[in-house]
């Protein structure tokens, strides 16, 4: 097992994130609208896709990937895919991202086939391979494309509605992470290096202040007191790591609601999307980003700051949500920190939008000068409402522990 965020890897770390601060940043190097359907319909020909061709059109609102619905007719009948062009700025190694994907999603659907689910296709992507059996095709131009079929049925929300929506994101991504605990093989390739190193993240950050490319850093003395201030939770779970109490697993580390489908007609969470960052990692991570995103009613760059709130209500949905479906597999340690891990990720978070800022936003989209600075502030914000309600937190935590050992007591 390699250690995550060792001090070895620091230098290499922050160069690293350097250049892939933000995913969103970097859009695909061919825009969609040059690619027509006479193209897309040569790259489905080379891929174990039967019928006839009868159109694609953009899909979603994705910065990284162009991402397409295709619709063939079989027999009569109109089934759907979904067609990716990889954006190798960003992923530098297609065929090693592939790897991890293909080989992510063939084990968790023969866990699902395993335990006779009934809709195993439906609850993990199926990654449909090349006529060649590789789970790739690359074109002439040097793109890499990938293809799924379409999950029916399902939708993927940008902002949560409810405790119900919170409740079923965090246990579908309980399940994904479940589904992968016993993964055979080596380890799953580092997609993106060191991607919640907030030792290194922090350490960049100090580099930002000294350089003070743009002239900025005068201007922030107060944000940059609340982060220095706050340093010492920076390396807690990797501590916790390096110590052995808290193992590495195999993790997303993109939990927004928006990459969960949920059912239309239930709400019930039905599987995880966009795996492009699933790799080695923290468990809480993956918690923490959820209480980051999803527990919220503020926009990310809100700048009315009475608006942005840790809503305990939806934070216990998590929690139970979660516990559902990972509490059987996570260890007293990553437990016990269930409470903390919302607050390091959502500073660590913030810490990347004032870096950003201070260095003349480089690598997050903005749309205007003070935007990252917006983002910065609304993290810091969340930050606070967690500090002051953390006690409340952990005692939720710990009422849901009570209760899963209660119920799994009454069912032995």
Not at 19 to 33: A, G, I, L
Not at 214 to 224: D, F, L, N, P, Q
Not at 265 to 277: A, R, S, Y
Request: charged share 25%; net charge negative; glycine share 6%.
């Amino acid at each position: 097992m390699h250690a995550i965020g060792s001090r070895a890897n620091w230098i290499e770390a922050i160069s690293s994130i350097a250049r892939t601060t933000n995913k969103c940043h970097h859009q695909d190097h061919r825009p969609v609208s040059s690619t027509t359907n006479s193209d897309l319909q040569s790259i489905v020909d080379h891929f174990q896709i039967y019928g006839d061709y009868v159109n694609a059109e953009p899909y979603g609102n994705g910065h990284i990937n162009s991402t397409y619905r295709v619709s063939m007719n079989q027999g009569g009948c109109e089934v759907d895919y979904i067609l990716q062009r990889i954006n190798h700025t960003v992923f530098k190694d297609p065929p090693m991202l592939q790897s991890n994907i293909s080989r992510v999603l063939e084990h968790s659907q023969n866990k699902l086939r395993g335990k006779r689910h009934p809709q195993a296709t439906r609850h993990a992507m199926t990654l449909i391979t090349t006529r060649d059996d590789k789970p790739y095709y690359r074109d002439t131009e040097g793109d890499y494309w990938r293809c799924y079929i379409f999950v029916q049925n399902a939708t993927a929300y940008d902002i949560i509605k409810n405790e119900t929506q919170a409740f079923e994101a965090a246990s579908a991504f309980g399940k994904f992470q479940s589904l992968l605990t016993d993964l055979p093989g080596e380890r799953l390739h580092e997609t993106i290096a060191n991607f919640h190193d907030t030792p290194a993240r922090y350490q960049h950050f100090q580099d930002a202040i000294v350089a003070d490319a743009k002239g900025r850093v005068a201007a922030v003395s107060e944000e940059i007191d609340f982060f220095e201030k706050r340093q010492g939770i920076a390396g807690h779970l990797l501590k916790l790591h390096r110590e052995g109490l808290i193992p590495e697993r195999i993790t997303h580390n993109d939990t927004k609601l928006n990459n969960v489908l949920l059912d239309n007609l239930t709400d019930k969470g039905i599987c995880v999307i966009d795996l492009d960052t699933c790799m080695p990692g923290l468990a809480l991570y993956d918690f923490g980003d959820l209480v980051r995103s999803s527990t919220s009613p503020a926009a990310e760059d809100e700048t009315d700051l009475s608006k942005v709130s840790m809503q305990i209500n939806m934070f216990e949905a998590l929690v139970r949500g979660y516990l559902s479906s990972a509490g059987d597999f996570l260890n007293e340690h990553e437990l016990a920190n269930l409470a903390f891990a919302g607050k390091l990720i959502t500073y660590e978070v913030g810490l990347r939008f004032l870096t950003d800022y201070l260095e003349g936003d480089p690598y997050f989209k903005t749309k205007h000068p003070q935007h990252n600075l917006d983002r910065c502030r609304t993290q810091m914000a969340l930050v606070k409402s967690i500090e002051t309600q953390q006690n409340e937190m952990q005692d939720i935590v710990d009422r849901c522990l009570r209760s899963k050992s209660q119920q799994k007591n009454k069912s032995s």
